[in-house]
């Protein structure tokens, strides 16, 4: 993982779902979003928000993908899928569960990364999640790609 270019402190949940709906509005097909961090640090509801924001419901039932490793959802602005590697036993069995045509048509979201090994793509956008006290603190890293396409977010709000 490259060193951060974006440090946030996020209060609560609301602030989580706030920012995760900032990323899946950037997301194409073909894009990978990791999220790493210890049990409890907010992984998993961040990537329900943004599998809620993709596909448009924020009533949406969201399951973790711990037992299913793959929870994959079609119907918003372009399919999604959440993979859970925790229970992967190597990067050998990411081509089990279809990561590579997951990304061929649409986004991936993945807790627990360093599972994969070398298998997720170097382009991808890294979300470091950190317990800390009044909340999380995520720290975002990647290729410049995507450091512009974050840069460009404030533009778009005005």
Do not use: C
Request: net charge negative; aromatic share 6%.
């Amino acid at each position: 993982m490259t060193e951060p270019f974006l440090i946030l402190d996020l209060a609560d949940e609301s602030e989580t779902a706030a920012f995760a709906a900032e990323i899946a509005s950037m997301l194409l097909p073909g894009d990978v979003v990791a999220l790493s961090g210890g049990l409890g640090s907010g992984k998993t509801t961040f990537a329900r928000a943004v599998v809620r924001a993709i596909v448009g419901n924020p009533a949406l039932e969201v399951p973790s993908p711990t037992f299913t490793l793959v929870q994959s959802y079609v119907g918003g602005r372009l399919p999604v899928h959440h993979m859970d590697l925790y229970r992967v036993a190597g990067a050998h069995e990411l081509e089990e569960i279809g990561l590579d045509d997951a990304l061929a048509d649409g986004a991936v979201v993945v807790e627990w990364p360093e599972r994969a090994g070398d298998r997720l793509p170097p382009d991808r956008l890294d979300i470091a999640f950190a317990v800390v006290p009044g909340g999380r603190r995520v720290s975002v890293s990647g290729p410049a790609a995507w450091r512009e396409r974050l840069d460009r977010r404030g533009d778009d709000r005005g």
